[in-house]
């Protein structure tokens, strides 16, 4: 009967594990690459949900209807997208631009979310070319020690472990991540686009007409 010990092999496990790091590590940005990890601490939250930020935003136009809109400054606002666009409307930005922000803003967060999922689906693909990796070096390592048959059994270790811990890797760690990553990166893109309109909506009702906004490009290339 096969025991875990059985199947636990430091060699191969260095092999595998640390070859895939370093492949991940020489071919992916820092700041992906940071953000890939950042991003496996968010994987055992809900789903997101727009609908307290839109009742937030209801609030802060009711605060705006009775007090005006440079009453907004003071409020206290988590969501940095809501935060942004609420920026910009104090400002006297106009709808269009509030939209553009908003929209600028909603799209960089999707190329975040798809570039940590790209990580971790680059992992799973890199993992079991490792583990080939470390069959050879055990077949080769096999070869070299035909004369010792107590070092065969180690090195044949190597070769088959190897292959399993590229396998498993692959498909039970690195794929799930990305794909859970991806599925939350679409449902918060579907649902952020909801908070456009009633900021939109807002813009137009408390930009001055005839009022002309400064530019929101400084802005803009902040969230890039």
């Not at 789903?47 to 440079?70: C, E, N, S, W």
């Not at 798809?114 to 990796?133: L, S, Y």
């Not at 180690?154 to 799930?176: E, R, S, W």
């Amino acid at each position: 009967m096969i025991t875990l010990a059985q199947l636990l092999d430091p060699a191969a496990l260095a092999i595998v594990g640390g070859g895939t790091a370093l492949a991940i590590v020489l071919r992916t940005p820092f700041r992906d690459l940071g953000h890939a990890l950042a991003a496996v601490t968010t994987l055992g939250r809900g789903r997101f949900d727009a609908d307290p930020l839109l009742q937030q935003i209801t609030a802060l136009a009711r605060i705006a209807k009775r007090h005006g809109v440079m009453a907004l400054d003071r409020s206290v606002i988590a969501d940095a997208d809501v935060a942004a666009g609420i920026a910009a409307i104090v400002d006297g930005a106009s709808a269009t631009d509030v939209a553009t922000l908003v929209q600028h803003r909603r799209r960089a967060r999707i190329e975040r979310h798809v570039a940590a999922a790209d990580v971790w689906a680059g992992a799973a693909e890199v993992a079991p070319a490792m583990g080939m990796v470390g069959t050879l070096v055990g077949l080769a390592q096999m070869f070299a020690t035909m004369s010792d048959p107590g070092a065969i059994g180690g090195a044949m270790a190597v070769a088959l472990l190897a292959t399993l811990y590229g396998a498993l890797f692959a498909n039970l760690l690195f794929m799930p991540i990305a794909n859970r990553l991806r599925a939350q990166g679409r449902n918060e893109a579907f649902e952020r686009a909801r908070i456009e309109a009633p900021l939109v909506a807002l813009a137009e009702r408390e930009t001055p007409r005839g009022y002309v906004a400064p530019t929101l490009a400084p802005t803009l290339a902040t969230v890039a």
